[in-house]
């Protein structure tokens, strides 16, 4: 096995990655010619990305403060309204700050949680899962038996209860939601690769000599990187619901900090005098998270079709 | 032709698709007496299975017969109501389709899926202990052993070849007219498509039942069959009787299939496999489809549609050069 | 030999439920803190008397595994400690409140069905029809519906405006009602009380379909898939081809198989009816399970918590376990 | 999306819908002005009656249900802690002595107390009051009932503990038996809060609780109140009350004297204000709690409904943690009350329906200083009272001193949250630069107590409008394991207010006592260890089938003369 080992550099790092670099270019060309082919994904896709690019430049295309307003402004109704001031299209909330500002704000929390509570998902699922499904043995019954155990819990529930403990706050939060959401990419994962391992590249890569883990980054997690990142982006909607729903219980982000889901909850006396503080927050999940599905369930039927309905 | 039991004139079925019209059945004229066997033989694709399917009108959507009549017993299917076909379907005209495992239910006993043929169609008065009878004794023509422990069976239970007499008891159980058997042996390894073969020959002698064939593979049709119909995207490129069709092939086509099968009863001096690919169904040449690879095409067979040309008595083929082909025998 | 199997299956449950025990004792350890301080928040005067009735009662000055072995032998013998909150053992407030909340549930899982099931079907039978489209389109709004929002909406619409049902509760005060399973519409129809029946159900509908609305919108999603993907089979050629009706195609044949893939997907949002319950029954003033966690939680009422937690992540693996018997019904080719 | 457009604007076409039939209805909320006790209780009616027209009318409805928005935490009367609780046991357990709608103390089971002396007071029971079970309340229940709220782990259920209204007896030391009728209670201290305090403590009867036990008194309580317990649904959700028929009649003194006027009671928890609001809407409740006071508005408008109000018993301050730069310069805190506009949140955030404080004590308790002005709102003032302090503006408008700005954060808790984000906006526009942090109440008084916070906006109940309960608790310095400071979240500590609120709880001239509280109130006043905000006002709506109601000061929800027209 050592004799093979001097063949490899010919096949240097950079070569690989050139060859990588230039397969994914190809793959990224017809994954827009796809895309192309179907405008609700698309139209989802682009306002995934208004959305994200509404998080990134709050600061520059607001003009009011997310956190301070002024008594006087209390209450003023959406500009099309009779009284309404096409300064605050949306209205403005009970402490007279401005809605449109303030849910472009939020989007920083909603999109922040779920990205960061997707990724550490992701991270410890895909690394558990790889590590499981390649060594079996004790590891993996352990991973999966907690594994298991973390499904008997309803998400919420699970989540709420974690929380509870924890106390409210940003980190606690993408905590306690990516505490439970690495499983699922665990058990993808530990399935692809249980699937992979018995491959021949596989065997090949073992014969010439590869590390364990040389193979499981190298050989085995390029090919499940696409389920994975398909699962990631439905599940990124699911996760703003969840960091939604905490809010909304009060266990989330601590006001004045602009998040939808305390919006749509301190808004909710209101509903019968100024309907539009919980409602747009509310409208805002809605838009993002069906923007996300669309996109999410576009792109796995582009590039995964065999993850068919969770 | 007064024995005629069904007849197929000038089918065409069309499948609209995001790269224009697919005729997946072009201008196909065919007819079948009583208790006659014929077989339709070509590649997958050819549009040989969804012929079959036009005759019972179960072309999915979007999918649909363009033009045409299919006359069954004198009748154009192709204008009676739906409730109308229903009753034909099953009890006239009954149909074994080619994957025995997916085309049987999986969530419900296969004697129970038996039973259902002759619920639907009243046959035995939707009294169940006579349908259970009927069952029972359908399942042991078939050659299903042991029927009354294995009615409460379920599909995946079965072998595959149980499960293929199952679809064809299924088939018989209101004693059809016509058995369309859609690649009925496929799937199934050599011993049991000789059993299956032989089960629905006696079926054949023993009721009189027509059956059609559909195959892609021309020696079987030739063993089993009497008259022999080629198809070849979409369209007839040859039909005749098995003897005319076999021993004396006119078409291209039809003597690659031939040459493509190793056979040890006739020597061929060569074996020439088709060269080429199937053609683009939504973008069929004008002229012969086949000309592409065709080694005796000419500029000629790819301008216009080629007719039948009738060279012995009922062995038409689709060929300008018939006699030129003829030659390479 | 199904029955063994079924015993198997539910044996199997008890080491999750373990699994769940440990994992719930372990909430205590998330605090920040000294739990007891936190706790005892509440009453400035707290004696010392009470702060040692609580270590006590969370073992807080034992080592950690021992605090475990405590903990479970108190859940095995029913024992999830005593709310400070309520000022009564934490399986009292549970198992008085738990039928109200199974009531909710089982309510807005039957309205989810018999709003998603015809949806479903008739949208993968009429597939890009109008309706498949409206459907589809109502059902990714569903999913991301804000439930007390639409709770709000309508009790405004069907108990204000119209008057035609009540905006809160779970039985008008003058409706008497002899309490055998504390679920309402059971007890009645077990004391053949039609009147209470009428009522019960009638508080039940609002809050049913509040809480359904998301889960019938991603089972009819689930359901037409897979009533899509059973529709292009082979088998749905054959019975076309035997004859059969088109009603008896889709209702038989093909319900029967695209059931299967959506069980399951019903007892997973099982899961999400459980956590949906907690803003539900605060809007519909329901008094269930839901709203004594949120009381708790803003209490830190933690042997509470723990215990709700516990009830609710038990109720959703029995729920699973009940889907997973019912799947092998449904599949013949599973025998667990 | 347009579904939720459509039904959106199906909610708000409704809304104007109930609204237009309403236009020509005029002001119909009533107000009830208090005066200090010792004048006549008068009421100050703004508008009577207007006519108005039934939501729904149930036939022969003889049941009055009131939501309330939390469930009672139990319904023992010496061992609850919540004011629904306060209200539910009120209806079904009369005192000794009760009070009116404002701060007026009127006897009812007593026939008389009297103080012997400043530490001895003498009670005469009135003759044939009657329990729900039908014997005669005598001296031994009196005495029991004290005995089970002031001695130690008095409550054996469901552990022994010691009632948590042990604070409401003051200094007692023990009480005896004169005569069946006769009781006489010797306190350790004088006692001059004693007869406000008296109110909330309810009588039991002895040999049913004996009998019983305190599990069986919370489940099936028994008392001599107007309505009689018939059942609770899972914890005390829903409780259903029944007239009394062999109700002595309450309180001689204030009419109508009788047995109750609806047949049936019915108190029902429904803890979201919009739904809360709903059920009134549709007929389902008779009065409803706890109205927020956005909807005043709206539910003025509708034809059917009536909304009274009155002045409420828990101050809101932002007490500031006075141990602390830069609060602890009085100068600086004197600054922040003149920087927030109180009138400007009244008007915004309750609608005007609630007052400035000046001071301490809310304006309606027995000892409040009238001569205390509200600091005034005062940008300029405020500004140069910093200034003094050394904060200075920077170029932004910022406060700044030696290089650091002026910035804190405001600890709440949810309900406070709109007050708490107003009063923080508001010194913002001074150039301080606060903000605001959401607490759950049990979570953030240890920290308060602590001293680890910076600021707290909160509010304490003064229900008894006695300043014993309240002056204690919020400003004397913290004395750990006893009742005062308890709610001492500025940690504030002033010698001579120590010594006046200890005086004054003794004190049993009202004269005398006057001039010790006034001097601890302007002495708290000037140093100002907090800002002192509002009283808010409470709020109930009710339809118009129910009459002769009157929302309580202090919870204590009196439905005895409530009638269903």
């Given at each position: ?310 | ?112 899926q038996i039973r259902e043929s002759l619920r639907i169609h009243h046959i035995a008065h939707n009294h169940f202990a006579r349908e259970k009878d009927r069952v029972l004794q359908l399942m042991t023509e078939v050659g299903i052993s042991s029927p009354t422990d294995r009615y409460r069976d379920y599909p995946h239970q079965f072998s595959g070849g149980m499960q293929q007499r199952a679809l064809i008891a299924i088939a018989l159980a209101c004693e059809p007219k016509i058995l369309l058997a859609d690649e009925p042996t496929t799937s199934l390894d050599v011993t049991i498509q000789a059993q299956i073969m032989d089960l629905m020959r006696?079926?054949n002698d023993a009721r009189g039942t027509a059956i059609v064939l559909v195959t892609h593979n021309l020696d079987l049709a030739a063993e089993f069959c009497q008259r022999i119909a080629v198809m070849y995207a979409g369209r007839i490129v040859e039909i005749g009787a098995t003897d005319q069709v076999v021993e004396s092939p006119q078409h291209p086509y039809t003597r690659g299939l031939l040459t493509c099968i190793p056979r040890i009863a006739a020597q061929r001096t060569r074996i020439e496999p088709i060269p080429g690919n199937v053609p683009d169904l939504a973008n069929v040449p004008r002229g012969c489809a086949f000309a592409d ?19 012995a008595p009922g062995h038409k083929v689709r060929c300008l050069r018939v006699n030129d082909a003829g030659g390479a025998t | 030999m199904k029955a063994v199997k079924i015993l198997e299956r539910m044996l199997a449950t008890i080491p999750i439920m373990f699994g769940v025990a440990i994992i719930v004792f372990f909430f205590i350890r998330l605090t920040p803190g000294d739990p007891v301080d936190i706790m005892l928040g509440r009453s400035a005067a707290a004696t010392q008397r009470e702060i040692e009735q609580l270590r006590q009662q969370f073992h807080l000055d034992e080592p950690l595994h021992v605090q475990l072995g405590y903990f ?265 | ?565």
């Open positions: 096995m050592t004799a093979q080992t001097p063949a490899r550099p010919a096949r240097g790092w950079d070569y690989t990655l050139r060859i990588r670099l230039r397969l994914w270019q190809r793959a990224l060309a017809e994954l827009g010619y796809e895309l192309w082919q179907r405008p609700f994904v698309l139209m989802g896709g682009v306002i995934v990305a208004l959305f994200i690019l509404a998080a990134l430049f709050a600061d520059q295309i607001t003009i009011h403060n997310p956190t301070r307003g002024t008594l006087l402004l209390r209450f003023e109704p959406p500009a099309w309204e009779a009284e309404g001031n096409w300064k605050y299209p949306f209205g403005t909330d009970d402490q007279g700050r401005d809605l449109l500002t303030r849910i472009i704000y939020g989007t920083r929390v909603s999109l922040a949680v779920g990205l960061l509570s997707v990724a550490i998902s992701v991270i410890v699922g895909t690394a558990l899962g790889a590590l499981a499904g390649y060594y079996r043995g004790w590891l993996d019954e352990i991973l999966s038996r907690f594994a298991d155990l973390l499904l008997a819990f309803p998400f919420l529930i699970f989540a709420i209860g974690v929380m509870a403990f924890l106390g409210p706050g940003f980190v606690n939060l993408i905590m306690a939601l990516a505490f439970k959401g690495w499983v699922e990419f665990f058990r993808l994962v530990r399935g692809e690769v249980l699937a992979e391992r018995t491959k021949e590249y596989v065997d090949g890569a073992r014969v010439s000599g590869q590390s364990n883990l040389a193979i499981i980054a190298s050989e085995i997690l390029p090919n499940v990187i696409q389920s994975v990142f398909v699962l990631g982006t439905l599940r990124l909607g699911y996760m703003i619901i969840m960091e939604a729903s905490l809010s909304f219980l009060g266990l989330g982000i601590q006001p004045p900090t602009p998040a939808w889901g305390s919006m749509v909850s301190s808004g909710r006396d209101y509903l019968l005098t100024a309907w539009w503080v919980s409602t747009f927050p509310g409208l805002a999940i809605l838009i993002l998270v069906v923007a996300i599905n669309v996109f999410g369930e576009g792109l796995r039927d582009i590039l995964d079709p065999r993850l068919k309905i969770e | 032709m007064t024995d005629t039991l069904l007849e197929l004139k000038n089918l065409t079925t069309v499948f609209p698709t995001r790269r224009g019209l697919v005729h997946a059945v072009a201008d196909v004229s065919l007819s079948l007496a009583h208790g006659e066997l014929l077989g339709v033989v070509g590649e997958s694709g050819c549009g040989k299975s969804v012929t079959m399917l036009s005759v019972l009108r179960l072309i999915s959507a979007p999918g649909r017969i363009a033009s045409g009549q299919i006359l069954f017993q004198g009748r154009d299917v192709l204008k009676l109501s739906n409730r109308e076909m229903r009753d034909i379907r099953g009890r006239d005209i009954a149909m074994v389709f080619q994957d025995p495992l997916t085309s049987l239910n999986p969530a419900f006993p296969v004697g129970e006696r079926i690879r065709c080694s005796l095409a000419q500029p000629i067979c790819q301008q216009e549609l080629v007719p039948f040309c009738e060279v | 479970l032998g108190d859940v095995l013998r029913g024992n999830l400690g005593y709310s400070y909150i309520r000022n009564k053992p934490v399986v009292e407030l549970l198992t008085e409140r738990l039928p109200a909340t199974i009531e909710m549930t089982i309510g807005a899982l039957l309205i989810s069905l018999i709003i998603a099931l015809p949806i479903g079907i008739l949208s993968a039978v009429r597939q890009n029809s109008l309706l498949d489209r409206v459907s589809m389109a109502g059902a990714f709004l569903g999913i991301s519906m804000p439930g007390f929002w639409l709770g709000i909406i309508l009790i405004l619409f069907f108990a204000v405006r119209l008057q035609v049902l009540p905006a809160q509760g779970r039985l008008s005060y003058d409706v008497h009602l002899q309490e055998i399973t504390g679920m309402y519409v059971l007890d009645s129809l077990l004391t053949g009380n039609w009147r209470a029946l009428e009522d019960s159900l009638k508080h039940l509908l609002l809050p049913s379909i509040t809480l359904g609305a998301g889960v019938a919108a991603i089972i009819a999603r689930v359901l037409r898939s897979s009533m899509l993907e059973v529709l292009r089979s082979d088998y749905i050629k054959l019975a076309r081809a035997k004859g059969a009706s088109e009603w008896g195609v889709v209702m038989k044949h093909a319900l029967r198989n695209a059931l299967i893939p959506t069980v399951t997907v019903v007892g997973l949002q099982v899961g999400v009816l459980l956590g949906g319950n907690m803003i539900v029954e605060t809007v519909f003033s329901w008094p269930g399970l839901g709203r004594l966690v949120v009381d708790a939680i803003f209490n830190r009422d933690f042997p509470l918590i723990q215990g709700a937690v516990m009830i609710y992540a038990i109720t959703f693996v029995l729920t699973n376990l009940v889907v997973d018997i019912l799947y092998t019904y449904l599949n013949p080719k599973i025998t667990l | 999306m347009n579904r939720i457009r459509t039904i959106q604007l199906g909610a708000l076409v409704l809304l104007v819908a109930l609204a237009a039939c309403a236009a020509p209805t005029p002001q119909i909320i009533e107000k009830v002005v208090e005066k200090p006790v010792e004048k006549i209780v008068e009421k100050t009616v703004v508008a009577e009656r207007t006519v108005v027209v039934q939501p729904t009318a149930v036939p022969g409805r003889d049941t009055l249900v009131v939501a309330l928005a939390r469930a009672p935490s139990g319904i023992d009367p010496a061992d609850h802690s919540s004011r629904e609780a306060e209200t539910v046991i009120r209806n079904i357990y009369d005192g000794l002595v009760t009070r009116d709608h404002a701060s007026g103390v009127h006897m009812e089971i007593a026939e008389s107390v009297k103080w012997l002396d400043t530490k001895t007071m003498e009670i005469k029971l009135r003759k044939g009051v009657k329990f729900h079970d039908g014997s005669e309340l005598k001296a031994d229940d009196v005495i029991y009932s004290f005995e089970r709220v002031f001695k130690t782990n008095a409550i054996e259920f469901p552990q022994p503990h010691t009632a948590l209204r042990k604070g409401f007896l003051g200094p007692f030391g023990s009480a005896d038996k004169k005569d069946d009728y006769t009781v006489v209670v010797n306190f350790t201290a004088p006692w001059p809060a004693g007869m406000q305090m008296l109110v909330h403590t309810q009588i039991v009867s002895k040999a049913y609780v004996t009998k019983v036990g305190t599990k069986g008194l919370i489940e099936k309580p028994l008392g001599t109140g107007p309505f009689k317990f018939v059942s609770a649904k899972t914890g005390f959700e829903e409780v259903m009350l029944e007239r009394f028929a062999d109700y002595y009649g309450g309180a001689p003194t204030l009419a109508p004297v009788g047995k109750a006027c609806v047949s049936r009671a019915v108190f029902r928890v429904i803890p979201e204000n919009s739904t809360r609001v709903a059920a009134l809407l549709a007929g389902e409740v008779d009065i409803i709690t706890e109205v927020p006071a956005e909807l005043v508005g709206t539910l003025q408008k509708v034809p059917g409904i009536q909304v009274k109000t009155v002045p409420g018993t828990r101050p809101i301050w932002m007490e500031f943690n006075v141990a602390q730069a830069p609060f602890d310069n009085p100068k600086v805190r004197q600054a922040l009350n003149h920087a927030v506009d109180k009138d400007l949140i009244i008007k915004k955030v309750y609608n005007g329906l609630a007052k400035p404080l000046a001071g301490p004590l809310m304006p309606a308790n027995n000892m409040a200083d009238p001569s205390l002005k509200p600091y005034a709102y005062d940008k300029a003032k405020a500004l140069a009272l910093l200034k003094e302090a050394g904060w200075a503006p920077d170029a932004s408008g910022m406060l700044m001193k030696d290089g650091k700005p002026f910035a804190f954060v405001i600890d709440t808790i949810d309900s406070m949250r709109p007050i708490a984000e107003a009063t923080a906006t508001m010194l913002r526009d001074v150039g301080i630069d606060a903000s605001v942090r959401v607490w759950e109440y049990n979570v953030v008084r240890p920290k308060l107590l602590a001293r680890e916070r910076q600021a707290y906006v909160g509010d304490w109940g003064d229900s008894t409008f006695d300043p014993v309960g309240h002056m204690e608790a919020k400003w004397h310095s913290l004395v750990t394991g006893s009742t005062y400071g308890r709610g001492n979240f500025s940690g504030y500590a002033n010698k001579r207010v120590d010594e006046l609120i200890k005086a004054g709880e003794t004190e049993n001239d009202p004269a005398k006592r006057k001039v010790l509280y006034y001097e601890a109130q302007k002495l708290i006043y000037d140093e100002a260890p907090a800002i002192f905000l509002i009283l808010p006002e409470a709020i109930e709506a009710a339809s118009a089938r129910v009459q002769n109601w009157q929302p309580a000061s202090d919870s204590r929800e009196n439905l005895h003369d409530v009638c269903l027209k």
